[in-house]
């Protein structure tokens, strides 16, 4: 395929600020008034959290380039040290528009609710009374000031903590004069405290803890004057870097480097806007940090903290309208032969408006089953106290041959994945770290069952990972099958896994780092040709990235040849759409809210002869060269228009939590027409597949129907 002529730079946006223009869309939900109150709150927390992530690992990426001399340039043009100034250009306007929405919205908006922020200018005695009572019995006791002087130097700041700078004038027990200290707030302590009913103005009244802190601080110096008192606190790099190629033990390695995540180089600081100059000065040249890295800001810290106070309030009228996904019927309480079902048809369920539970009962009855002779289970994330490993384990002791794949090296969860791993092995499960170099994350589970004197194979595959929890937030498909072609691919891939064999044949199956990339440079060539000859063609995909360049061009090229190209990306997109001359034909939405959108699934019209894949791999470098991924054909003619309307038809009509990009790298949130009735797609679907579908799936076909 001929794309060098769609490689200029001007083609690509850049992945990084790509990432956080997906931040500002989170941050508009937490403006929509047409939003739950507490609703609101909980996406301004999300901007908050993603955008420490975003420093974690983007920006720690690229201050590891710029200490290691490299230069190298993006698809975008722009160096490393270009990225960064612009990063901060943007992130600066990011987080001052957060603690607007914070500061001018939120609290006036929760305060009209009663729930309320009482600020240290506005206690009254009684709840200065209590709170100074609190502070003696609760804080002192694990508070530990640090006064700075050459006996003591500037203690070791973790990743992300809460900290206070202490301004002071006086003199110290032994004699000598003291000017600052330091004040870190343990991580057990509490961020927000609940005013008891008896002295609070409404039943939800609450105070940050770094206004208990600023008020009574004083006692942690007996003898002193506290001048001022300051929060503060340090971003640091949380990327793991282990060379595997040089290690015995990954299991010990990876140990030995969770240790030193709290403690990279810093990144970000981000300081309370009262805090005198000076102070900052301090603060920046400690951690030798540019001004450009230096966040003031006019509230906690730590908005993400923020997320307490769901967990407090109890005003269903503030929340989401509780929802109960919905079952198919053959899979109820009291049907669940999950193999018998399976049998009669593949099985899809697309969650969270249908409920995860036939996946944990899948494993369930695979682990009870006495003709079940063998599991093999891939886990990327799973959480910490999963039923599906219990069920792993309780096979494993029965005497089952149980191999679970486990990735250790799954961002943000390495800790509990060693655990489970401790687990598993405890219970004589045989446990594979996966391939050095190459991240295990596609979603696979084969159950090998002895029937009638011979061995049948089972099998689920998903988009999204073996994780209870997630599996209600996170929109993703499942299949199940027992389709010969199928299982027998999974087998292969296994024995890959475990046994770092060559997999000669695939019948149907996508993996990477050895043919999706290949697969789907050569589906959009065939939609090419299939366009330069007049016939009928189509793409589509969903995902949550798309950002290797290879397949951007490749689309730019279909685009020219007159296919229309219809991407639904939740997170960065690096493609331009509506370029004159280079990709008119191609169309790019984000569509978010009240779950994450997760699946990736590609479709190709391919003449009439429609083919469509859901995968566990978005279009990024990393997941077609440097992870194991597994693209999965849905076969089933009446599974396939199902997934079609569910994935793409009512997502190409959603005209109110949709963006739209455009060829400047822009979003605009979309909004009914004049004549047109709003449709939101994650409502619809809610109504359509719910416990409580009043049409029975019907409306969900009405309204897709026109797109097939």
């Known amino acids: 395929m001929s794309t060098s002529s769609f490689t200029s730079p001007q083609y690509f946006i850049n992945r990084e600020l790509s990432l956080l223009a997906f931040n500002h869309r989170v941050l508009e939900l937490a403006q929509d008034q047409s939003l739950p109150l507490l609703e609101r709150l909980r996406f301004l927390c999300i901007s908050s959290s993603n955008l420490d992530e975003f420093f974690e690992v983007r920006v720690g990426s690229l201050r590891q380039q710029q200490a290691l001399g490299l230069t190298q340039v993006g698809t975008d043009g722009l160096e490393p040290h270009e990225v960064l100034d612009e990063i901060a250009v943007r992130a600066h306007a ?136 300051h929060q503060f606190r340090i971003t640091r790099n949380s990327n793991m870097y282990v060379d595997e190629e040089e290690i015995d033990d990954l299991l010990k390695a990876m140990k030995g480097e969770l240790a030193q995540r709290n403690t990279g180089t810093a990144l970000r600081l981000e300081v309370s806007d009262h805090c005198p100059q000076e102070n900052v000065d301090y603060l920046q040249r400690h951690f030798h940090l540019r001004l450009q890295e230096v966040y003031r800001v006019s509230g906690p810290v730590n908005l993400n903290r923020l997320q307490t106070v769901l967990d407090f309030v109890d005003r269903p009228e503030l929340r989401f309208r509780p929802f109960q996904p919905g079952v198919l019927p053959a899979l109820m ?4 032969d999950m193999f018998r079902q399976i049998r009669a048809g593949d099985v899809l369920l697309h969650q969270p408006f249908q409920s995860f ?13 006495p003709d079940v002779l063998a599991i093999k289970m891939t886990l990327y994330r799973t959480g910490k106290d999963s039923v599906l490993v219990k069920s792993l384990a309780r096979a494993a002791r029965a005497g089952k041959e149980v191999t679970v794949v486990v990735e250790l090296r799954a961002r943000f969860d390495e800790e509990a994945n060693i655990a489970l791993t401790s687990r598993l092995q405890e219970a004589n499960a045989h446990v594979v770290y996966g391939v050095v170099g190459y991240k295990t994350h596609a979603k696979l589970c084969l159950v090998v069952r002895r029937e009638q004197g011979k061995l049948m194979r089972y099998a689920h595959l998903g988009t999204g990972n073996y994780h209870a929890g997630t599996a209600k937030a996170y929109t993703d498909f499942s299949l199940f099958t027992c389709r010969p072609e199928m299982t027998e691919d999974m087998h292969r891939i296994f024995h890959m896994l475990t046994g770092l064999g060559h997999i000669r044949h695939l019948n149907c199956l996508l993996e990477s780092p050895f043919h999706l990339h290949q697969s789907m440079l050569r589906k959009i060539e065939r939609e090419i040709t299939h366009a330069k000859a007049g016939k009928s063609t189509h793409i589509m995909a969903r995902m949550n990235a798309l950002i290797e360049p290879q397949v951007i061009s490749a689309l730019y090229e279909a685009s020219g040849a007159g296919v229309q190209v219809d991407l639904i990306v939740r997170g960065v997109c690096c493609l331009r759409p509506g370029i004159p001359g280079v990709s008119e034909n191609i169309r790019v939405r984000s569509v978010m809210g009240r779950f994450l959108e997760h699946p990736r699934v590609y479709y190709f019209k391919n003449a009439g002869e429609e083919e469509m894949y859901c995968s566990s791999a978005d279009w990024m470098p990393r997941n077609f060269f440097r992870r194991v991924e597994v693209a999965f054909p849905i076969l089933d003619e009446g599974l396939r228009k199902r997934v079609f309307n569910e994935a793409f038809g009512l997502y190409l009509q959603d005209n109110t939590q949709a963006w739209v990009l455009d060829a400047e790298g822009q979003y605009a949130r979309l909004e009914p027409n004049l004549h047109e009735l709003p449709l939101a797609a994650q409502e619809v ?24």
């Not at 996946?359 to 695979?366: E, M, P, S, Y």
Request: aromatic share 8%; glycine share 6%; charged share 20%.
């Open 357 to 369: 539970q036939p996946v944990l009962d899948f494993v369930a009855q695979a682990a009870r089953d």
């Open 685 to 708: 679907l809610m109504a359509s597949l719910g416990a409580d579908a009043a049409y029975g799936g019907r409306l969900l076909t009405e309204q897709a129907s026109t797109m097939h």
């Open 94 to 229: 990011l987080v001052a528009q957060q603690y607007e929405v914070l500061n001018q919205v939120l609290i006036p908006a929760l305060m009209q609710s009663g729930i309320c922020f009482i600020r240290r200018n506005k206690w009254n005695e009684a709840q200065r009374e209590w709170l100074s009572d609190y502070f003696d019995h609760e804080l002192m006791p694990l508070l530990n000031p640090l006064g700075l002087d050459p006996s003591h130097p500037f203690p070791k700041v973790i990743n992300k903590s809460l900290n206070f700078i202490v301004e002071l004038d006086g003199v110290d027990a032994f004699g000598r004069e003291i000017n600052a200290a330091i004040v870190q707030a343990p991580r057990v302590l509490p961020r927000i405290i609940r005013l008891p009913e008896e002295i609070a103005p409404t039943p939800d009244s609450f105070v940050f803890l770094s206004s208990i802190l600023h008020a009574f601080i004083g006692r942690l110096f007996p003898g002193m004057t506290v001048g001022g008192c």
């Open 333 to 336: 309480t009291g049907k669940r």
